[in-house]
């Protein structure tokens, strides 16, 4: 059984910094690639961050130069850094790893960006 859960989520104001995490049960968590999507109402599921096992990083375009993923092996956690919090940032923020040919997604922890 393979399991993701995210924390860290809140109401934050606008150009501050939230830490999200994702904590995996997983086998060979090391060599696993994960990433965090995100979810605002009214629109669809976004990959923003992933990071492979040999902790190669992409981003999407949007949110390159803000958001900064990293990985704690020996802890089986992902983090999602994000700083300078904007609007359009307010959404549902999930954590996902592969596992046996399949995906795995956390719960999600929601993002609210106050103005």
């Known amino acids: 059984q393979a399991q993701v859960s995210e924390s860290g989520g809140g109401l934050v104001p606008a150009g501050e910094s939230l830490t999200l995490s994702c904590v995996a049960a997983?086998?060979?968590?090391?060599?696993?690639?994960v990433a965090w999507y995100r979810q605002a109402p009214g629109k669809q599921r976004e990959l923003v961050a992933s990071?492979?096992?040999?902790?190669?990083?992409k981003y999407a375009d949007s949110v390159k130069g803000r958001f900064t993923i990293s990985r704690d092996n020996a802890e089986k956690t992902v983090l999602l850094i994000i700083t300078n919090l904007k609007s359009e940032d307010t959404a549902v923020y999930y954590c996902?790893?592969?596992?046996?040919?399949?995906?795995?997604w956390g719960q999600g922890t929601q993002v609210t960006v106050s103005s």
């Open positions: 997983i086998s060979r968590f090391a060599s696993r690639n």
């Open positions: 990071i492979d096992g040999n902790s190669v990083t």
């Open positions: 996902k790893t592969e596992f046996m040919g399949g995906d795995v």
